[in-house]
Every structure is written in structure tokens, then in C-alpha cells.
Antibody
Framework: QVQLQESGPGLVKPSQTLSLTCTVS??????????WNWIRQPAGKGLEWIGRIYTSGSTDYNPSLKSRVTISVDTSKNQFSLKLTSVTAADTAVYYCAKRGEIWGQGTVVTVSS | EIVLTQSPGTLSLSPGERATLSCRASQSLSSSSLAWYQQQPGQAPRLLIY???SRATGIPDRFSGSGSGTDFTLTISRLEPEDFAVYYCQQYGSSPLTFGPGTKVDVK
């Protein structure tokens, strides 16, 4: 059974870069033709898709964040990662990684504050 | 970008009652690429339905999805106590992927 776990700093200063990693266990990130997503949810609000990376390595980002987002994959570590630059308080949210829509991590809270 | 609208915003029902949730897309969805998720407080969303009408693994058959084009429905035939939650629809046929604002099903 594939499981996902997000990790990274819970506090990021404004204007800095948010970096998160999603570790995949119970299966290989490079097997099959899947895409791996990052999604976020501000407290008390709805879900926002950030972007995805395919097992081929190609990426697809939300235009609203595209200029600040990079998603990459490290198959040797069975992980994929999110980098979001120039963060502001509006980037404070629970960040989820997900395999397509079927398997989600538990989420990690990231707060942007000085 | 495809915008999803969900109605109602809140649905107040009693256990055992039938729940009908609506999701409308701003344009027709390709291949009925519409999913429904359930989210309990403090938890990650759980996939219920994909392809508009296919139940995900382990989802009870009291959950059913229907619709095509721009209009989709999630039906919970008889509400169990654990079904009171927020439900989101999502389209995944066109980038960017988008979610609806959610419908909260609470206890009347």
C-alpha cells in the first residue's frame, strides 16, 4: 500500500523560499504512468492545486503560482519536492502531496511569518 | 480555467436521510473527468468518486456519482454519522486542475 509523507520547515520568513518534500513508501515513484501533485489549503478555506509532476519528469503548474513554483522528483530517494519562492502570508496553508487524487499525505502546516 | 460551483453551501440533514450535492462546471468536462472528495476536520481529503461515477477503492455503495458535461451530482443514499463532513468536487481533465468551494453536510 503506497503511503505519502510530507516534510519540511513549518515556519518560513516572508520573501524566502518554501521547500517541502514528499516521501513515497510502499511503492516506487517511477513505476507506472502517474502524476504526483502538490495541493494546499489555507485554514478554514478550500483546496488549491499547485502543480504536478509526471513519472516522465514533465511538470504542469497552476498559472496563478507558476512564476514561483518548481516541482522536481528524485527517483533514487523515492521523493518529489516543492519549492515556492518569494513567499508571503498568503502562502500560509496546509500543504498536501498526493498520488493523482487517490492517495494523499496527511499534510504539513506551513506558516509564513517573520 | 474551468470554474466549479457547488451547491448548496451547507446541507443540514439527519442521519438516515438522503443527501444530494451538486457540482456545476463552467465548461464541459472531457471524459467526465470529475472527482468527489470527502474531508473530515483536520484530515486530508479522501477520494470517493472518480470519472464522475466510479467509486474509489473501499468506498461504501451508499455513495454514488452521476452526471456528464457540466452538471454532476454526488448522492449519499442514507447518511451515516461518519458522513457529516465537507465534500469537494474536482475536475482533472484540463489544466489547471480546479476544485469547487465545497459543500458542508452537517447534522440537523
Amino acid at each position: 500500500q503506497v503511503q505519502l509523507q510530507e516534510s519540511g520547515p513549518g515556519l518560513v520568513k516572508p520573501s524566502q523560499t518554501l521547500s517541502l518534500t514528499c516521501t513515497v513508501s510502499g511503492g516506487s515513484i517511477s513505476s507506472g504512468s502517474y502524476y504526483w501533485n502538490w495541493i494546499r489549503q489555507p485554514a478554514g478555506k478550500g483546496l488549491e492545486w499547485i502543480g504536478r509532476i509526471y513519472t516522465s519528469g514533465s511538470t504542469d503548474y497552476n498559472p496563478s503560482l507558476k512564476s514561483r513554483v518548481t516541482i522536481s522528483v528524485d527517483t533514487s530517494k523515492n521523493q518529489f519536492s516543492l519549492k515556492l519562492t518569494s513567499v508571503t502570508a498568503a502562502d500560509t496553508a496546509v500543504y498536501y502531496c498526493a498520488k493523482r487524487g487517490e492517495i494523499w499525505g496527511q499534510g504539513t502546516v506551513v506558516t509564513v511569518s517573520s | 480555467e474551468i470554474v466549479l460551483t457547488q451547491s448548496p453551501g451547507t446541507l443540514s440533514l439527519s442521519p438516515g436521510e438522503r443527501a444530494t450535492l451538486s457540482c456545476r462546471a463552467s465548461q464541459s468536462l472531457s471524459s467526465s473527468s470529475l472527482a468527489w472528495y470527502q474531508q473530515q476536520p483536520g484530515q486530508a481529503p479522501r477520494l470517493l468518486i472518480y470519472g464522475a461515477s466510479s467509486r474509489a477503492t473501499g468506498i461504501p455503495d451508499r455513495f454514488s456519482g452521476s452526471g456528464s458535461g457540466t452538471d454532476f451530482t454526488l448522492t449519499i443514499s442514507r447518511l451515516e454519522p461518519e458522513d457529516f463532513a465537507v465534500y469537494y468536487c474536482q475536475q482533472y481533465g484540463s489544466s489547471p486542475l480546479t476544485f469547487g468551494p465545497g459543500t458542508k453536510v452537517d447534522v440537523k
